[in-house]
């Protein structure tokens, strides 16, 4: 496990959200035809467009949104294993908190009732055994 990984889990969650919110919208693929028609009043051709929204390309692009959304669960899935497998329960919170929700240093301190420089250093102290 490296600290590179462990930091992307933030945003995994965060691209889960959005890509299972596209999913559970309807399709908003427009397609634009264009065509042809005679004008009654006049008898004369012109051209007119039709927008509206398109079925074609979704159930591909579902798919691929689908495909993602599972692989980046599964990576959350990791990395919440590996999060649970942390012995000390305190370090546990610490780097939910830092990793997971992204507080910073200082708000853990301030959440958990310890001084920054503790915080800092059980980090450091966690990334050191994991090598």
Same mark, same amino acid.
């Given at each position: 496990?490296?600290?590179?990984?462990?930091?992307?889990? !933030?945003?995994?969650?965060? @691209?889960?959200?959005? #890509?299972?919110?596209? *999913? $559970? +919208?309807?399709?908003?693929?427009?397609e634009y035809v264009g065509d042809?028609?005679?004008?009654?009043?006049?008898?004369?051709?012109?051209?007119?467009?039709?927008?509206?929204?398109?079925?074609?390309?979704?159930?591909?692009?579902?798919?691929?949104?689908?495909?993602?959304? !599972?692989?980046?669960?599964? @990576?959350?899935?990791? #990395?919440?294993?590996? *999060? $649970? +497998?942390?012995?000390?329960?305190?370090?546990?919170?610490?780097?939910?908190?830092?990793?997971?929700?992204?507080?910073?240093?200082?708000?853990?301190?301030?959440?958990?009732?310890?001084?920054?420089?503790?915080?800092?250093?059980?980090?450091?102290?966690?990334?050191?055994?994991?090598?």
């Amino acid at each position: 496990m490296t600290k590179k990984r462990l930091k992307k889990m !933030r945003s995994l969650i965060s @691209e889960a959200r959005h #890509l299972q919110e596209m *999913l $559970d +919208q309807p399709a908003k693929t427009t397609e634009y035809v264009g065509d042809t028609a005679k004008d009654y009043r006049t008898g004369k051709p012109h051209s007119i467009t039709i927008t509206g929204h398109g079925q074609q390309d979704y159930p591909e692009l579902k798919e691929r949104y689908y495909q993602n959304l !599972r692989q980046i669960q599964q @990576e959350i899935a990791f #990395l919440e294993g590996f *999060l $649970d +497998q942390v012995e000390d329960p305190q370090t546990r919170d610490i780097l939910r908190l830092y990793y997971v929700n992204g507080l910073t240093q200082e708000q853990i301190a301030e959440e958990l009732g310890y001084d920054s420089r503790t915080i800092r250093r059980k980090i450091k102290i966690f990334w050191e055994n994991v090598r």
